[in-house]
């Protein structure tokens, strides 16, 4: 459930940034995605974790919306506990981080629509990835 929660509220979080974000707050998503970008190379997990945390928080503080901004911020814990699970196999934020630089592009060029649905694919990514995770093998 929490999962689902923070899905929709990350996609219209991805969705009203583009729509409100200042500039300033676009620097701030473009850097956290640098950021990713940058340890990924490096195979740093545990700062990768939280650059991708950093990168949904600034995405939803960049909304203008304090609904978003509380519900990102009240379910960090439960996204650090997935990221944790999902970054065990580091291939997975490096096969998603192609789909963060869209959400971060949409919200820059100011395009709610593919906003919305870059981070709905980034989302299906990491489901699919967690999914994966508890599947037995065959």
Do not use: W
């Amino acid at each position: 459930l929490v999962a689902l929660a923070g899905s929709l509220a990350f996609a219209a979080a991805a969705q009203e940034a583009a729509r409100n974000a200042t500039e300033a707050e676009i620097a701030t998503i473009r850097s956290a995605y640098e950021t990713i970008e940058r340890l990924i190379d490096h195979q740093d997990l545990p700062e990768c974790l939280e650059a991708d945390l950093a990168f949904h928080i600034a995405v939803a503080d960049a909304t203008g919306n304090r609904f978003l901004k509380s519900v990102a911020h009240s379910i960090t814990y439960a996204m650090r506990l997935n990221f944790q699970r999902l970054f065990e196999a580091p291939h997975n934020l490096k096969d998603n981080l192609e789909n963060h630089r869209l959400v971060m592009e949409a919200i820059a060029d100011r395009d709610p629509f593919e906003a919305h649905s870059a981070a709905l694919e980034l989302l299906a990514k990491a489901h699919a990835a967690t999914r994966n995770l508890f599947d037995d093998p065959p």
